[in-house]
C-alpha cells in the first residue's frame, strides 16, 4: 500500500471501529435529529450582574435559556474586569433603557454603586452613589410598573479587602472581627482584653473604615427592605460574602434577620442567605418558579449521617441550613418522602476521614437513578481536593453521569449547593410542558451541556488544572493572581489541559450511556456521540474559567 493511502485508510477504519462500539454499545443504530434553534421565549428578564466572571454572566444566561427565557445583559464593555471597575454611570443609564423591554430584573446594587463585587469590598461607592442608585430603582419601578425587579445586595466578606493600604493587617483584623463578635455573644472577659490588645496593634483608621462599611451596608439592606414593604421592588436577596461562625460580618446579619421578623408581609419576599457568585442564579431560580407557579418538591439525601451539620469553610453556618435557604430562595419546597419529589438533591461532603464511605453512596446514587428518580448532584469538599470528590468515584465504577438532572461543587458550598438546585428546579419545571422529539432533544442538549460544563469546570479545572498550574507559576516566582505578560502563554497552556480533559470526560463518563427522553411520541432513547469545547481565563488569573462545551447528540433506534 503506498504511502498515499495509507493515512486515508487508517482514517476509514477508525470511523469503522467508531461505528461498531456505538452499535455494540447500545445495540441498535442510531439516527441525529435536527434540534429545534427557534426558542420562543415566554419571559425577558434583565440582569445587571455582580460582576464579569462566568458564574455572574455565563452561568445565569445559560440556565434561563434552559428555562426558556430571554435575557438581556449589558454589554461587556460596560462591566468590569478583574481590578478595573465597571462603567456605573453607562450601567445606569443601560438598565434604565433595557428594563423597558422586560417582564422582571435581577439587579446587583454592589455592582450599580461600587463597580464589582471587589470595588464592593473596598466600599469605593460613594453616599451620592447609594443615593443616585436608590431612587434610580424607585424611578424604573414608577416608569414601568409591570417590571419586577429584584434586587441582591451582599455582606461584605470577613477578611478586610487585599489591597496594599490593607494586606498587612488582615490577619489581625480578621481577629479582631471574630473576637469583636464573640464578645458581644459571650461577653467574655478574656476577649474583651484580646480586642484591647489588638487595637493597639492595628491603626484606627482601619478599623473605622472596617466597621463603617458594615454600618452603610447594614444602613442599606434595611432601606430596601422597605423598598419591598413598599412595593418598589419585587423581592430582595441579601447575600453574605465569605466568612466564618463568627464576625462582625455576623452581627449585620443577625440585625437584618431580626428587622426581618418584625415584618411578616416581607415573607417570602426578602430572603437572608449565604452567598455572592450564584445569587443571581437563584434569583432566577425564584423568578422562573414564580412566574410560572410551579413550586417543585426536593426530598434531600446526604451522601453521610454527619454531612448535614458539618460547617464547611468559608461558611457562617452548616451545610442542611445552606440547603434550606436555597431551596425557599428557589421556591422548591423540601419533602419529607422520596415518592413525592420531583427530584432528588444528593449531597455529597467529602473530608479526608471520611473516603472509605465513597463508593457506598456512589452505589447509593446510582441505584436511585435505576429507579427511574431525578438526581442532583452537589459534590462538596471540605479542602478542595479531587480526592474528596465523589464524580471520579462515579466515573471509576461506570456510572452513568449523564442521567443526572444536574451537578455542581465550584468554590464555596452555597456556590455550589445554591447553583445546583436552581438547574434542577428549571430543568424539572421544563420536563412539565409538552414537546415534540426536536423540542425535547434541545431541552436535553442544552442541560447536558451545562452539566458537561460543570464536570469540566468544578472538577477538571478546578479540583486539577488549577493547583497545578497555581504549583508551576509560583515555582517560576509568577502570582497566579496577577499573569500580566505571561497570561496569553498561560491561556495557550489551560485551553491545551482542558481539551485533553474533555476528550477523557467524553470516553470514561458521557459517550457510552443512553439517557430515556419523554415525549409527544413516547418515550426515546439518545446518547452522547462527540463534545467539543472552547475555553479560555476571563480575567488575567487563573481562579476562574470560561468554558463553553458543545454536545453531538443522536436518537438510539
Known amino acids: 500500500m503506498s504511502n498515499g493511502l495509507i493515512r486515508p485508510f487508517f482514517i476509514i477504519v477508525f470511523c469503522i471501529v467508531i461505528m461498531i462500539t456505538l452499535y455494540s454499545s447500545f445495540g441498535k443504530s442510531y439516527r441525529t435529529i435536527p434540534f429545534n434553534m427557534n426558542t420562543n421565549y415566554w419571559l425577558t428578564v434583565v440582569l445587571l450582574p455582580l460582576d464579569s466572571r462566568p458564574p455572574c454572566t455565563q452561568f445565569v444566561e445559560q440556565l434561563a435559556h434552559i428555562a426558556g427565557i430571554k435575557l438581556l445583559l449589558p454589554q461587556p464593555e460596560l462591566l468590569d474586569n478583574y481590578k478595573v471597575s465597571a462603567n456605573k454611570q453607562e450601567?445606569?443609564?443601560?438598565?434604565?433603557?433595557?428594563?423597558?423591554?422586560?417582564?422582571?430584573?435581577?439587579?446587583?446594587?454592589?455592582?450599580?454603586?461600587?463597580?464589582?463585587l471587589l470595588a464592593s469590598r473596598l466600599s469605593s461607592g460613594t453616599i451620592d452613589d447609594t443615593k443616585e442608585v436608590l431612587e434610580l430603582l424607585t424611578r424604573i419601578h414608577q416608569d414601568n410598573t409591570h417590571l419586577k425587579m429584584y434586587v441582591f445586595n451582599i455582606i461584605p466578606r470577613l477578611l478586610i479587602a487585599d489591597n496594599q493600604d490593607n494586606i498587612a493587617f488582615q490577619k489581625n483584623m480578621l481577629k479582631y472581627s471574630v473576637i469583636k463578635d464573640q464578645a458581644y455573644t459571650f461577653e467574655n472577659t478574656e476577649d474583651i482584653k484580646k480586642i484591647a490588645s489588638l487595637e493597639e496593634q492595628i491603626p484606627a483608621a482601619v478599623i473605622k473604615h472596617y466597621i463603617a462599611m458594615y454600618e452603610k451596608n447594614t444602613a442599606l439592606n434595611s432601606t430596601l427592605m422597605d423598598m419591598v414593604e413598599q412595593g418598589v421592588l419585587a423581592g430582595l436577596v441579601i447575600g453574605q460574602d465569605d466568612g466564618q461562625p463568627f464576625g462582625i460580618p455576623n452581627?449585620?446579619?443577625?440585625?437584618?434577620?431580626?428587622?426581618?421578623?418584625?415584618?411578616?408581609?416581607?415573607?417570602?419576599?426578602?430572603?437572608?442567605?449565604?452567598?455572592?457568585?450564584?445569587?443571581?442564579?437563584?434569583?432566577?431560580?425564584h423568578i422562573a418558579m414564580k412566574f410560572s407557579n410551579y413550586h417543585p418538591k426536593v426530598f434531600v439525601i446526604y451522601s453521610n449521617q454527619d454531612a448535614a451539620q458539618i460547617i464547611m469553610p468559608f461558611m457562617p453556618h452548616t451545610v442542611a441550613k445552606t440547603v434550606q435557604e436555597k431551596i425557599e430562595i428557589s421556591n422548591a419546597i423540601e419533602v419529607n418522602t422520596i415518592e413525592e419529589a420531583d427530584f432528588i438533591l444528593y449531597v455529597h461532603v467529602g473530608t479526608k476521614n471520611n473516603k472509605s464511605a465513597f463508593s457506598s453512596a456512589a452505589e447509593q446514587?446510582?441505584?436511585?437513578?435505576?429507579?427511574?428518580?431525578?438526581?442532583?448532584?452537589?459534590?462538596?469538599?471540605?479542602?478542595?481536593?479531587?480526592?474528596?470528590?465523589?464524580?471520579?468515584?462515579?466515573?471509576?465504577?461506570?456510572?452513568?453521569?449523564?442521567?443526572?438532572?444536574?451537578?455542581?461543587?465550584?468554590?464555596?458550598?452555597?456556590?455550589?449547593?445554591?447553583?445546583?438546585?436552581?438547574?434542577?428546579?428549571?430543568?424539572?419545571?421544563?420536563?412539565?410542558?409538552e414537546t415534540n422529539l426536536p423540542e425535547t432533544m434541545t431541552l436535553y442538549k442544552d442541560n447536558l451541556e451545562f452539566l458537561t460544563a460543570r464536570f469540566l469546570d468544578d472538577l477538571y479545572y478546578q479540583k486539577e488544572i488549577n493547583p497545578y498550574v497555581n504549583k508551576q507559576l509560583q515555582r517560576s516566582h509568577m502570582d497566579p493572581y496577577n499573569l500580566e505578560n505571561s497570561y496569553y502563554q498561560m491561556n495557550d497552556k489551560v485551553q491545551k489541559m482542558m481539551l485533553s480533559k474533555g476528550k477523557r470526560l467524553l470516553r470514561e463518563g458521557l459517550s457510552n450511556y443512553p439517557i430515556t427522553i419523554h415525549t409527544s411520541q413516547g418515550l426515546q432513547q439518545i446518547a452522547i456521540t462527540d463534545l467539543h469545547i472552547k475555553t479560555h481565563l476571563p480575567w488575567r488569573r487563573t481562579f476562574e474559567i470560561w468554558v463553553e462545551p458543545t454536545l453531538s447528540i443522536v436518537v438510539i433506534e
Not at 443609564?93 to 435581577?106: E, T
Not at 446514587?365 to 442532583?376: I, R
Open 251 to 285: 452581627s449585620s446579619k443577625q440585625q437584618l434577620q431580626y428587622q426581618l421578623t418584625q415584618k411578616p408581609s416581607l415573607a417570602n419576599k426578602v430572603f437572608i442567605t449565604r452567598g455572592t457568585d450564584e445569587v443571581a442564579i437563584s434569583l432566577l431560580g
Open 91 to 116: 450601567l445606569r443609564m443601560w438598565l434604565s433603557q433595557a428594563s423597558k423591554q422586560a417582564d422582571a430584573a435581577i439587579i446587583s446594587t454592589d455592582m450599580l454603586i461600587h463597580g464589582s
Open 365 to 433: 446514587l446510582e441505584g436511585l437513578m435505576n429507579q427511574g428518580y431525578k438526581v442532583a448532584l452537589v459534590d462538596l469538599t471540605e479542602n478542595f481536593q479531587i480526592s474528596e470528590t465523589l464524580l471520579p468515584v462515579l466515573l471509576a465504577q461506570d456510572i452513568a453521569i449523564p442521567r443526572l438532572i444536574a451537578y455542581a461543587g465550584w468554590n464555596t458550598t452555597s456556590n455550589s449547593i445554591g447553583t445546583a438546585i436552581t438547574q434542577a428546579c428549571i430543568f424539572t419545571k421544563a420536563l412539565t410542558k
